[in-house]
Every structure is written in structure tokens, then in C-alpha cells.
């Protein structure tokens, strides 16, 4: 029960990193935050250093791999997050569950109980009808936005166009639809290197202790983004920091992490129930697309994200 709790705050605490990190790039660029947060991170975990040393050889080079595919992954998502609705992005996150709970079948041979597969089908559902909607479903949600937001005009209201409008607007909405499709991609991709590093965490964590495991890794991720400044010549804008927000993702990343490495080092935790638990902090962010970035047309994502909710109930019941 207790690495469940302790599943639950880093998944809680995953969704208001989300909205912590829309919040910085503001302020600031992607790659300022992205950067200056790692760094800040990293200095938090260095005073435990001492007691990082002792493993063996071959576990430097499964951390600097976790470590190359968070190094992509934060990559992909802060970009995803800059540009794609907050709603959005937090549902497009849960996808995360599905690659997880595939991995955590095949290569730790974790079964599914029955409960745990009807759970698993209501996420998936959820997820799909994101992305594919029945026509009734779409009014329905439409009649609902409106209800919400009746004081503003929907982005899909039936609009009087010029003629000579027409070829323009249809020209601008798909080369909008193009950019959003390749952010999604990129959510996506992010996604499941995230799964990856997941899947990892619970083989480590049987040999190496939380500490180890947190210090290296942090170690291993500056490098590559050191490197990769000095590949790309980029510049880090010194007003980062004074970013408020980046101060605050970084303590709440360190602490978040170091529940969930704890976790997994309990030999009852599964990757599949832990991949579930995860999925609550999609609630954080599409309220926070509502309430706090006053986004519109979020029924849909509402009615998605309880499926999913529901799902993660059943499947850790």
C-alpha cells in the first residue's frame, strides 16, 4: 500500500510539473528551462554523492542509457508542452500506460489480473476516443462547451466566411493541422522512451538503492545536455535564473523522483499497476487547461480523462 501512495504523489506531482513547465516557458525559452532546470536538479542530489558509489560497472551503462532516453524524451515533451493546448497534452500523455504495461508484460513478465485488463481497456478507450469520436459524441461535446463557455465564441461555431477567405482559411488550417500532428508525434515519442526509463527503474532498483540510482542519473543526463550545448553553440539567457518557476519544477522533480525510485525498490510494486497510478496526474492537467490557461472545447478531454481515471481505479483495485 505504501508504494502506492507513493506512486500517487508522483503522479499527481507529474501533472503539476506539466503545468509548472508551461508556466516557465512563459518566461523564458524551452531550452533555457529545459537546461537551467536539469542543472538545478542535479545540484539538489549532489550532496548525497557520497553514498552514490559501489555499483558495478555494467550499471554505469544502463543509467547513462535511462539517462539518453529521459535526455530525448524531455526534449520531445517540452516542445509538445510549448505548443499543444495543456488539455491536450496531459490526455496524449496517458498514452504512456500503454507502453509501459507492455513492457512491464514482456520483459518482467508481469500477468494482468482481470480487473487490471478491464481497467487497461478503459484507459485504452479513453485514449481512442480522444482521437476518433462517433458524431453524436462530438455535438454532444459541442453542446456542452457551450454550455461552459457561453459568454465566449467556440473556435468551431458555424462563422460567416467571404469566399475569397475560403482557400485561405482551409490553406492555414492545414498547415496548423501538420504542426500539431508532428507535436503529437512528438508526445508520443516522448511517451514511450518515458516507458522505457520506467521499465528500467524496476530492474535497477533490485540491485542499486534510490540514492544510486537518482545521483548517476542526474549526472549522466548534465552531461548530455552539456554536450549538447557545446554542439549547437546554444546560449542560456541568464534571466532563467530568476524564473520562479523553473526553481519550483526542479524541487518538485527531485522529490517526486526519489518517491518513485523508493517504489520501485518494493519487490510487491508491478510497472502495470504502477503505470496506471501514474495516469492521475492527467487530471491536474486538463483542469489546469481549463482553469488556469482558459482553454475551450475541453468536455472531450474531461469525458476522456474520467474514462481513464475510472480505468486506473479498477485496474489497482
Known amino acids: 500500500m505504501q508504494w502506492m501512495l507513493l506512486v500517487l504523489f508522483y503522479g499527481v506531482s ?30 539538489m542530489v549532489v550532496p548525497t ?19 539518453l532516453c529521459i535526455f530525448v524524451a524531455w526534449i520531445f515533451s517540452f516542445k509538445a508542452i510549448a505548443k499543444l493546448p495543456m488539455s491536450l497534452y496531459g490526455v496524449l500523455d496517458l498514452s504512456r500506460v500503454l507502453f509501459s504495461t507492455f513492457m512491464g508484460i514482456i520483459f518482467l513478465q508481469e500477468a494482468l489480473s482481470g480487473h487490471q485488463m ?10 481512442l476516443l480522444l482521437r476518433y469520436r462517433p458524431a453524436f459524441l462530438n455535438k454532444l461535446f459541442l453542446a456542452a462547451d457551450k454550455r461552459i463557455y457561453k459568454d465566449l465564441p467556440l473556435s468551431n461555431d ?11 482559411e482551409a490553406k492555414a488550417e492545414k498547415q496548423t493541422a501538420v504542426k500539431t500532428t508532428i507535436y503529437v508525434l512528438m508526445a508520443f515519442v516522448s511517451c514511450l522512451l518515458n516507458g522505457v526509463s520506467g521499465t528500467m527503474d524496476k530492474v535497477l532498483m533490485k540491485d542499486l538503492t534510490s540514492t544510486q540510482l537518482q545521483f548517476w542519473y542526474m549526472l549522466f543526463l548534465m552531461i548530455y545536455y552539456i554536450l549538447y550545448l557545446l554542439i549547437t553553440r546554444t ?44 495516469q492521475s496526474g492527467a487530471i491536474v492537467t486538463i483542469l489546469a487547461g481549463k482553469y ?3 482553454e475551450r472545447n475541453i468536455s472531450d478531454k474531461l ?5 481513464i481515471i475510472i480505468g486506473i481505479a479498477i485496474g489497482v483495485m
Open 235 to 278: 546560449k542560456i539567457n541568464k534571466s532563467v535564473f530568476k524564473n520562479g518557476w523553473v526553481w519550483a519544477l526542479a524541487v518538485l522533480f527531485v522529490v517526486a523522483d526519489r518517491a518513485l525510485f523508493i517504489a520501485n525498490a518494493d519487490p510487491a510494486s508491478k510497472v502495470t499497476i504502477m503505470t496506471l497510478i501514474k
Open 118 to 127: 478491464i481497467g487497461l481497456l478503459l484507459v485504452s478507450t479513453g485514449l
Open 303 to 307: 469525458f476522456c480523462a474520467v474514462m
Open 49 to 67: 554523492a557520497p553514498k552514490a558509489f559501489g555499483m558495478e560497472t555494467k550499471f554505469y551503462f544502463y543509467i547513462a542509457l535511462k539517462s
Open 292 to 294: 488556469i490557461f482558459k
Open 14 to 43: 507529474k501533472g503539476v510539473r506539466e503545468v509548472l513547465k508551461k508556466k516557465a516557458m512563459t518566461v523564458n525559452s524551452m531550452m533555457d528551462v529545459l537546461i537551467f532546470y536539469t542543472f538545478l536538479s542535479f545540484l
Open 158 to 168: 458555424n462563422v460567416n466566411v467571404p469566399g475569397e477567405n475560403i482557400k485561405a
